[in-house]
């Protein structure tokens, strides 16, 4: 009988080393101190010190972080080059970035909390909380001369579906289709960036009032809708978005440095944004020269932009990337049921929207067709932000990533695509 059970435990032990080293299981936290994994080349993942010093070296980037999390134990964790080369200091691995659109996915999973708590359904129209948005109407023709147009009816209304997966028909001011930027421009309607005194909800009505670039539901487009869904969150819970997120997200994941407002006793830690000149040599984004003041993040604030607004270090977003790779569990917490996790990370489109990937409820998702044309895996979920920061996740690697810079336009920005090779290449 003794030898049975103990043939039983030894077998369980098997399994359970094998679904660990598979990525079938994941770690409820973060371990940043263990002995080295034997699924890791460490000698072929240093290749990415090699890479991303050289392009330091050359003056291509000034500075960054990457970050590479395999089956919740970090494997690489460092900061090259400057955080501010004009002061000539460091990069370090705890800088804070400002994340851009890394924010529509924490804002998402936002939506997400109420979605769970029973106080909306994904296909319900979002004008059963802001009216403006009943009656949509679509832009039909636009007079680029006197900025006039015409519209006909939708079909039919924005729903938090339309707006989780971009196919609302709504656009972006300063990114967007040129009639769609005319028009919001005019209305006032922001980006989100850099924004410090207006009022959400009244801006968000004032967009409901504009056409539709699309029919609700029909094409993706790249919107303003994550800023909407934040305004919603607002409007739901009866908490601005701010607190709403330290509330229900970043404290119960011990998310330490994440903030629409940096604190001053940490604005030490924030990142310096460059650009490039027409000669592509990097130089300091400026308020003036861009019309985006790069010292937002430690402005006092109450504009809290859903779709661009945050500010974290890369180990944060980490920790966020974790629990959803978690099944949404954290620390003995289950922030998000397993269920929920799985609709957020799976394709939500009948198309795919760039023609090789599909669109979760928040993130962009690698499609069979995706995987098999490069290293990451088929249903990793992924997106980025504006100021060169990037990040994905991949289930069936076991992988947390991030390649973390301040810098747009970015003439070699494919050293995010050459990082990426490299971590791959290192697994065995």
């Given at each position: 009988?003794?030898?049975?059970?103990?043939?039983?435990?030894?077998l369980?032990?098997?399994?359970?080393?094998?679904?660990?080293?598979?990525?079938?299981?994941?770690?409820?936290?973060?371990?940043?101190?263990?002995?080295?994994?034997?699924?890791v080349?460490?000698?072929r993942?240093?290749?990415?010190?090699?890479?991303?010093?050289?392009?330091?070296?050359?003056?291509?980037?000034?500075?960054?972080?990457?970050?590479?999390?395999?089956?919740?134990?970090?494997?690489h964790?460092?900061?090259?080059?400057?955080?501010?080369?004009?002061?000539?200091?460091?990069?370090?691995?705890?800088?804070?970035?400002?994340?851009?659109?890394?924010?529509?996915?924490?804002?998402?999973?936002?939506?997400?909390?109420?979605?769970?708590?029973?106080?909306?359904?994904?296909?319900?129209?979002?004008?059963?909380?802001?009216?403006?948005?009943?009656?949509?109407?679509?832009l039909?023709?636009?007079?680029?001369?006197?900025?006039?147009?015409?519209?006909?009816?939708?079909?039919?209304?924005?729903?938090?579906?339309?707006?989780?997966?971009h196919?609302?028909?709504?656009?972006?001011?300063?990114?967007?289709?040129?009639?769609?930027?005319?028009?919001?421009?005019k209305?006032?309607?922001?980006?989100?960036?850099?924004?410090?005194?207006?009022?959400?909800?009244?801006?968000?009505?004032?967009?409901?009032?504009?056409p539709?670039?699309s029919?609700?539901?029909?094409?993706?487009?790249?919107?303003?809708s994550?800023?909407?869904?934040?305004?919603?969150?607002?409007?739901?819970?009866?908490?601005?978005?701010?607190?709403?997120?330290?509330?229900?997200?970043?404290?119960?994941?011990?998310?330490?440095?994440t903030?629409?407002?940096?604190?001053?006793?940490?604005?030490?830690?924030?990142t310096?944004?460059?650009?490039?000149?027409?000669?592509?040599?990097?130089?300091?984004w400026?308020?003036?020269?861009?019309?985006?003041?790069?010292?937002?993040?430690?402005k006092?604030?109450?504009?809290?932009?859903?779709?661009a607004?945050?500010?974290?270090?890369?180990?944060?977003?980490?920790?966020?990337?974790?629990?959803?790779?978690?099944?949404?569990?954290?620390?003995?917490?289950?922030?998000?049921?397993?269920?929920?996790?799985?609709?957020?990370?799976?394709?939500?489109?009948?198309?795919?929207?760039?023609?090789?990937?599909?669109?979760?409820?928040?993130?962009?998702?690698?499609?069979?067709?995706?995987g098999?044309?490069?290293?990451?895996?088929?249903?990793?979920?992924?997106?980025?932000?504006?100021?060169?920061?990037?990040?994905?996740?991949?289930?069936?690697?076991?992988?947390?990533?991030?390649?973390?810079?301040?810098?747009n336009p970015?003439?070699?920005g494919?050293?995010?695509?050459?990082?990426?090779?490299?971590?791959?290449?290192?697994?065995?």
């Amino acid at each position: 009988m003794r030898l049975k059970i103990h043939n039983k435990c030894r077998l369980l032990l098997l399994v359970m080393t094998v679904c660990c080293q598979s990525g079938i299981l994941f770690s409820q936290s973060i371990v940043t101190i263990a002995p080295p994994r034997k699924d890791v080349d460490y000698g072929r993942l240093a290749r990415i010190d090699t890479l991303v010093n050289t392009y330091v070296d050359k003056g291509w980037i000034h500075g960054g972080v990457v970050l590479v999390i395999k089956n919740g134990q970090v494997i690489h964790h460092k900061g090259y080059g400057y955080a501010d080369v004009e002061s000539g200091k460091p990069m370090r691995p705890d800088n804070l970035f400002r994340l851009a659109s890394q924010t529509k996915a924490v804002v998402s999973t936002a939506i997400m909390l109420l979605y769970e708590e029973g106080k909306l359904y994904l296909d319900e129209p979002i004008s059963d909380f802001i009216p403006e948005f009943r009656h949509p109407q679509v832009l039909d023709s636009y007079h680029a001369d006197d900025t006039t147009y015409t519209t006909v009816p939708a079909k039919r209304e924005i729903t938090f579906r339309d707006l989780l997966t971009h196919t609302s028909g709504l656009d972006y001011t300063m990114i967007g289709t040129d009639r769609l930027k005319a028009i919001y421009a005019k209305a006032g309607i922001p980006a989100g960036l850099g924004l410090i005194d207006a009022n959400l909800l009244e801006r968000v009505k004032t967009l409901a009032g504009l056409p539709l670039g699309s029919q609700p539901g029909e094409k993706w487009t790249y919107s303003l809708s994550t800023d909407v869904l934040g305004c919603l969150v607002e409007v739901i819970s009866g908490h601005n978005l701010e607190d709403f997120l330290s509330q229900r997200l970043f404290g119960p994941l011990g998310m330490k440095d994440t903030y629409f407002n940096v604190p001053m006793s940490k604005a030490g830690r924030l990142t310096t944004v460059y650009t490039e000149d027409s000669l592509h040599h990097v130089i300091r984004w400026t308020k003036e020269k861009t019309g985006i003041d790069p010292e937002y993040p430690i402005k006092a604030k109450h504009y809290f932009s859903g779709g661009a607004g945050l500010t974290a270090t890369a180990y944060d977003y980490a920790i966020f990337l974790q629990m959803m790779l978690n099944h949404g569990r954290w620390n003995g917490k289950q922030i998000l049921s397993p269920r929920t996790v799985e609709m957020m990370t799976s394709g939500q489109l009948p198309f795919l929207y760039n023609g090789i990937d599909n669109f979760g409820l928040g993130f962009g998702i690698t499609s069979e067709r995706s995987g098999a044309r490069g290293p990451r895996n088929e249903g990793s979920f992924s997106w980025g932000g504006f100021f060169g920061t990037t990040y994905w996740a991949d289930p069936k690697a076991g992988l947390v990533c991030e390649i973390m810079t301040q810098q747009n336009p970015n003439s070699h920005g494919d050293l995010a695509i050459k990082v990426e090779q490299l971590i791959y290449q290192s697994l065995r």
